[in-house]
């Protein structure tokens, strides 16, 4: 049942907001003045609070903040006469939720208390989501104890409450997003958009559009003014990815953005300020690209003010084996499967396969493995890894028959058993390639 809680020192609103809302079904408690009204809200925290600004002993604004002092999002409609506005409109800005002039309009009141409560549903589903997001960006989903990584989270720890921007370097698939999210949702701003800008993925003009907006009529398509990611991502983060992509015009402006923290839309004459902290990300050498004269070394040296390198995969060998348990246990949840099992020698070839798609490669690969098992293990077969010469150095003593024989298995399972592919693949004749199968006993 929902709780209102009535803050009046009138007897006659009382007994009338009494008898409307237990009709409706709230529970109702009461209180004549301020002291009481705070008394009652901390002992039962209500989900609404009914407010008359005029208090015998307190004045109504004092009672509001010192219930929001209680808790940051009660929500509370002030009552108000018309010769008190001027409290009413501070009692606005000091969070109340809306005002109500006396005497009271029953169908007004239970209209705002209606919004009231979805505002009230809004917001908790938004927390929700917060605590999700949080609970998935923790420093504790992101795999790894070499001591790159180590490195990696004690710059993640000390960033994290700062408004610094950042620059993250790494390979493709390293998990440069990852640590942008981890730092966001980790930050006091977590509540606050987080941003992704793929700046290789749209051409200048429109990319322009969507970092700042633009104004109606600003191009031929420029219908309706629009606001853009910086203004959007309020006190949030802005992610721009593969930012060696940006073109040299773009770079001044973003230099110019960074500088004066303020921007104009593209057409637009009004100054607009943004807040939002930027991390950029790049698998690019940017030191490269100053040198080539493509990426401009000012911009280079107010993004990086705090740099984070990610190792690739083959940097951090000694983590392959953690990565693996935790991504199984991640791609088996999400697809309802049990395939746990990693055989010994498959986990050697796992942690000797070059990856140059890094995690995500990984990732890629086992999710594959666990969709083709017909058990609970992961099989070699299953994995898109290369053969001969790297299994050759996982596993010693293996006979070129049997790696003959392996790889034979392995292209027939890639062809789904489809012989003529296979003997194409293979370089073989068919009829070499049913006596081979003959031989190994082969699955088909
Ligand atoms: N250390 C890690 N621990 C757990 N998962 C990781 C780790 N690093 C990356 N991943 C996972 O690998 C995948 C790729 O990561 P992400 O998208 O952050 O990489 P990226 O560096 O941004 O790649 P790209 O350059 O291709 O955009 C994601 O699913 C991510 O969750
Ligand atoms: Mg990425």
Redesign the pocket.
């Known amino acids: 049942m929902k709780s209102i809680l009535i803050i009046d020192d009138d007897p006659l609103i009382r007994k009338t907001l009494t008898s409307h809302f237990s009709k409706e079904g709230f529970e109702v408690l009461l209180a004549e003045d301020g002291s009481e009204g705070l008394q009652k809200y901390e002992e039962s925290f209500p989900d609404l609070v009914l407010l008359d600004i005029r208090l015998p002993d307190m004045d109504g604004l004092e009672a509001l903040r010192k219930i929001k002092e209680r808790k940051k999002n009660a929500c509370i409609i002030i009552m108000t006469a018309y010769d008190d506005m001027k409290t009413t409109v501070e009692a606005v800005k000091s969070g109340a939720f809306e005002y109500l002039v006396k005497p009271l309009d029953y169908v007004e009141l239970d209209l705002t208390i209606d919004k009231a409560f979805q505002m009230r549903n809004l917001e908790d589903k938004l927390s929700y989501l917060v605590e999700e997001k949080q609970k998935e960006y923790t420093i504790d989903?992101?795999?790894?104890h070499s001591p790159q990584?180590r490195e990696v989270f004690k710059l993640i720890g000390s960033v994290a409450d700062t408004r610094t921007n950042i620059l993250?370097q790494?390979?493709?698939?390293?998990?440069?997003?990852?640590?942008?999210?981890a730092i966001h949702y980790n930050s006091p701003y977590s509540r606050e958009p987080f941003i992704v800008i793929n700046c290789s993925a749209i051409t200048d003009t429109l990319l322009e559009s969507e970092l700042f907006g633009h104004v109606k009529g600003a191009f031929t398509d420029a219908v309706y003014d629009t606001k853009g990611k910086f203004e959007i991502a309020g006190k949030g983060t802005l992610f721009l990815?593969?930012i060696g992509d940006i073109s040299v015009n773009l770079q001044s402006k973003l230099l110019r953005v960074i500088e004066t923290k303020d921007f104009m839309k593209v057409g637009g004459e009004k100054i607009v300020k943004t807040e939002a902290r930027i991390i950029a990300?790049t698998?690019q050498n940017l030191k490269l690209l100053i040198e080539k004269g493509t990426f401009r070394e000012d911009l280079y040296y107010r993004l990086k003010v705090v740099e984070i390198k990610?190792p690739s995969l083959q940097e951090r060998k000694e983590?392959i084996p953690e990565?693996v348990g935790?991504?199984l246990e991640?791609i088996n949840r999400q697809l309802r499967k049990n395939v746990r099992k990693i055989p010994p020698h498959v986990m050697k070839l796992l942690m000797n396969f070059p990856w140059n798609?890094?995690?995500?490669e990984?990732?890629n690969a086992l999710t594959r493995a666990i969709i083709l098992a017909k058990g609970d293990v992961i099989l070699e077969e299953n994995l898109p890894i290369e053969r001969g010469e790297k299994k050759l150095l996982s596993k010693e003593h293996v006979s070129l028959k049997e790696i003959e024989k392996k790889y034979i298995q392995h292209t027939l399972n890639t062809t789904k058993g489809n012989k003529t592919q296979t003997s194409q693949i293979l370089q073989i004749s068919r009829p070499t390639l049913d006596k081979k199968i003959r031989e190994y006993k082969l699955d088909i």
């Open positions: 989903n992101i795999i790894g990584m993250i790494g390979e493709s698939g390293t998990g440069k997003e990852l640590v942008a999210k990815d593969e990300a698998n990610l983590d990565l935790y991504l991640k798609g890094n995690v995500r990984l990732e």
